[in-house]
């Protein structure tokens, strides 16, 4: 079957950084990307990754591992707006998207 | 951007009542719309993926009947809840692909809260 994981939930201080781990199992692979979620709101695109290595957007970087079946979510200079659920998310062979439980991230001052 | 618009975004009313929910795709055509519902505290769930022009393609355990799904053009996808009931309270997303695809495979509208009381 088709999996993704990722924690359930992390907290983390404001103006620091925190890592989101992403793994996953599916049939084929066409991108990785990576949506962030407030409560109550429909997902908005973050990232996106079909190579491997590092994609930087401003305080957000996210990279991947085909092989290892791995991405993470970077943020860095956290603010307390980031708080929300990140959702990873894997495009399969049949170009379907197949998403994670996400990770809700608690930013405390 | 690609911008999707989802109307309504918020319905109250009485259990039995049908809802219908429109998505709209603003500025591209979409050769594919997605519903998802999602509750409380827990990952999106695709109810359906509907083609334009054809029949959509129900996830396991969704009832077409209760959801009706019509994609009658290239931009306008609509999801109706039939004799809603408080268990169909819930948050509905659709979102859109592109033809051109790129980048960001589906398109997000602002989503619809169902609340059946």
């Known amino acids: 079957g088709q999996n993704i994981d990722q924690p359930t939930e992390m907290t983390a201080t404001e103006g620091a950084i925190v890592q989101i781990n992403c793994t996953y199992q599916t049939s084929g692979f066409n991108g990785l990307f990576w949506y962030q979620q407030h409560a109550g709101e429909a997902p908005t695109f973050l990232s996106y990754n079909v190579l491997d290595g590092l994609e930087e957007k401003g305080r957000f970087s996210s990279f991947l591992s085909r092989s290892k079946g791995y991405s993470y979510l970077l943020l860095k200079e956290l603010q307390m707006k980031d708080s929300a659920s990140y959702l990873c998310a894997v495009l399969d062979s049949n170009y379907q998207l197949i998403w994670g439980a996400g990770t809700k991230l608690i930013i405390k001052p | 951007g690609a911008v999707v618009s989802q109307h309504p975004s918020r319905v109250i009313c009485k259990s039995g009542t049908s809802v219908k929910i429109e998505c709209r795709s603003l500025?591209?055509?979409?050769?594919?719309m997605f519903w998802y519902r999602q509750f409380p505290k827990k990952s999106l769930m695709l109810m359906a993926t509907?083609?334009?022009?054809?029949?959509?393609?129900?996830e396991q355990g969704v009832e077409k009947d209760k959801f009706l799904i019509n994609h009658a053009s290239l931009t306008l996808s609509t999801l109706t809840v039939t004799s809603a009931h408080p268990e169909d309270s819930s948050f509905y997303i659709c979102s859109a692909s592109s033809l051109d695809g790129g980048s960001e495979p589906q398109h997000f509208g602002d989503g619809t809260r169902l609340s059946i009381l």
């Open positions: 500025d591209f055509q979409a050769t594919t």
């Open positions: 509907s083609n334009e022009g054809s029949k959509a393609t129900y």
